[in-house]
T-cell receptor
Framework: DTAVSQTPKYLVTQMGNDKSIKCEQNLGHDTMYWYKQDSKKFLKIMFSYNNKELIINETVPNRFSPKSPDKAHLNLHINSLELGDSAVYFC??????????????FGPGTRLTVT | DAKTTQPTSMDCAEGRAANLPCNHSTISGNEYVYWYRQIHSQGPQYIIHGLKNNETNEMASLIITEDRKSSTLILPHATLRDTAVYYCIVNQGSGGGADGLTFGKGTHLIIQP
């Protein structure tokens, strides 16, 4: 019974296209995140979101936008894809609270390749 | 300005205890130490966290020095499946906010058969 799931697992697309990656969590958590892992394996936070606020990493281009239809889902939309967007994208979730915010559970990742 | 320092890589024999060190000399009084690992081609996995006291769960033990400037993650009986990159993370804020984790380079632990 997967806790945090992402679809698709692999995504190959051309420059300039618009694509979405879906994320769902069944842990009852109220905060969700998107991370990007580049070719050098560095993991960086892109967004964190709960029902109160969206926190955006200032380095994320505005072509990237998270959309949350409900507490269990946080989808990532990417417009006008560029070669540099090629990476593995991870969704994560956590419960609110002092220490528990940083006890995060990650999905399996979506490998995006832009050609 | 990294908040933690870890060795780049370590080896450990299968069945032995793996001890992974982490230095966090600038840690604040209300900051926790978290450990995650990432097995090849998988998402990061939460292992354990602590504030002052030593902690143990089904995966590992966390030993934090009295001055809190360093810690050690212990995998008591390492198996080949424990081969992964291990990240030591000190949380960023005062807590409660939806902050993300800041991952460094971690320690690549290789369990040898």
């Amino acid at each position: 019974d997967t806790a945090v799931s992402q679809t698709p697992k692999y995504l190959v697309t051309q420059m300039g296209n618009d694509k979405s990656i879906k994320c769902e969590q069944n842990l009852g958590h109220d905060t969700m995140y998107w991370y990007k892992q580049d070719s050098k394996k560095f993991l960086k936070i892109m967004f964190s979101y709960n029902n109160k606020e969206l926190i955006i990493n200032e380095t994320v281009p505005n072509r990237f936008s998270p959309k949350s239809p409900d507490k269990a889902h946080l989808n990532l939309h990417i417009n006008s894809l560029e070669l540099g967007d090629s990476a593995v994208y991870f969704c994560a979730s956590s419960q609110a609270g002092l220490a528990r915010t940083y006890e995060q559970y990650f999905g399996p990742g979506t490998r995006l390749t832009v050609t | 300005d990294a908040k933690t320092t870890q060795p780049t890589s370590m080896d450990c024999a299968e069945g032995r205890a793996a001890n992974l060190p982490c230095n966090h000399s600038t840690i604040s009084g209300n900051e926790y130490v978290y450990w995650y690992r990432q097995i090849h081609s998988q998402g990061p996995q939460y292992i354990i966290h602590g504030l002052k006291n030593n902690e143990t769960n089904e995966m590992a033990s966390l030993i934090i020095t009295e001055d809190r400037k360093s810690s050690t993650l212990i995998l008591p009986h390492a198996t080949l499946r424990d081969t992964a990159v291990y990240y030591c993370i000190v949380n960023q804020g005062s807590g409660g906010g939806a902050d993300g984790l800041t991952f460094g380079k971690g320690t690549h632990l290789i369990i040898q058969p």
